[in-house]
């Protein structure tokens, strides 16, 4: 089984940074792809960044390229996402997801989800 805790999240200005961790336990040489997931009251759950394990390789949302960046420590099975220039419309509960497969940017072809932390950037 694999287990995923996220952290990090909190109450920001806009214009500030947070930096999120997602850091993977269990069976994680099953995994190949990472993703950082949100979901705004009333809203679906959106893609933001995916990386994979073994390469490195980068995929991200429109909405926050250029002021997010996702990067990972195999060493210690931890994903960050980097988050500079909040804007009020990222508030939202960040998610982080794993799978065996590849790139995806649908939530349900994610097989491992942790418990979200909650990220606000008031105005």
């Known amino acids: 089984q694999v287990q995923l805790v996220e952290s990090g999240g909190g109450l920001v200005q806009a214009g500030g940074s947070l930096r999120l961790s997602c850091a993977a336990s269990g069976r994680t040489s099953s995994l190949n792809t990472e993703g950082w997931f949100r979901q705004a009251p009333g809203k679906e759950r959106e893609f933001v960044a995916s990386?994979?394990?073994?390469?490195?390789?980068?995929y991200y949302a429109d909405s926050v390229k250029g002021r997010f960046t996702i990067s990972r420590d195999n060493a210690k099975n931890t994903v960050y996402l980097q988050m500079n220039s909040l804007k009020p419309e990222d508030t939202a509960v960040y998610y982080c997801?794993?799978?065996?497969?590849?790139?995806?940017?649908?939530?349900?072809?994610?097989?491992?989800w942790g418990q979200g932390t909650q990220v606000t950037v008031s105005s």
């Open positions: 997801a794993a799978r065996p497969g590849g790139y995806n940017t649908v939530a349900g072809q994610y097989d491992y």
């Open positions: 990386i994979t394990w073994s390469a490195g390789i980068t």
